[in-house]
């Protein structure tokens, strides 16, 4: 019979000590996990004002980028400074030195130190110092005469204190003794008084010998010379009944 009946496959009868094998998996190898999709970029708030105060325009950052690496990036992008000219730093290191001078007396040996900080050559400084001489502006024999005037009349200080002061700011030691060797003695030694006779009522209460080796020692720190030093504790001890 070749009728649809006789076509059709007869029931399958498991038997009763027969297990049906399971479908067998489909092989791992020949599974593949969906494609991730690619995230699309996200746009950082870059809206950073540039050098010149304009805001800086919004770019976007990939997934894969860090934010260190878009930061260092965007700054090799902006425009740099412009480097200084040669006009443009004298025209600088010149207002600072004068703004220097204008305010208090400086020496050669300080203003050439000064130029020497800001990157000027042996014979730029030796041509700058050479116009400031020209123009006024420093003068080691008048500074020597100011610093004897201000440490010796109004610090009481005497001529070894002076010296010293002029060989710290460079003052060359022929003018510095020159200015201080035209110090009065007897302006001196009346400096030297005041001084002495004002620590005097300090030690008030001291023994004459104690009252006398404080006062000499005092007097000495301030560099005024031994004999003056003899001269003015004895007539400040005196004043004081001691």
Known sequence: MNDASSERLAPVTYLPWAKAEP???????RSRPPAEPEAP??????????????????????????????????ESREPSEPEESGAERDERIDRLVISRLRRSALSV?????????????????EEWIERYERLGYLDDAKLAE???????????????AIMQELGRRGVD????????????PETELENARTVAERRARQ???????????????????????????????????AAEGS
């Open 203 to 237: 030690l008030r209460g001291l023994d004459r010998q104690t009252a006398e080796r404080r006062l000499s020692a005092f007097l000495q720190r301030r560099g005024y010379p031994g004999d003056v030093v003899r001269e003015a504790v004895t007539a400040a001890l």
């Open 173 to 184: 030691n022929a003018l510095a003794r020159a200015a201080v060797e035209d110090l009065d």
């Open 41 to 74: 970029p996200v746009a950082a708030p870059r809206n950073r004002p540039k050098a010149d105060g304009r805001p800086g325009r919004l770019r976007s950052i990939s997934r894969n980028e860090t934010w260190a690496e878009s930061e260092a990036e965007s």
């Open 109 to 125: 040996s300080e203003v050439r130190a000064v130029l020497v900080e800001h990157g000027l050559d042996d014979i730029e400084v």
């Open 23 to 29: 479908t067998p998996p489909v092989a791992a190898s």
């Open 146 to 160: 100011q610093v004897v005037h201000s440490h010796g009349v109004r610090r009481g200080r005497g001529s070894g």
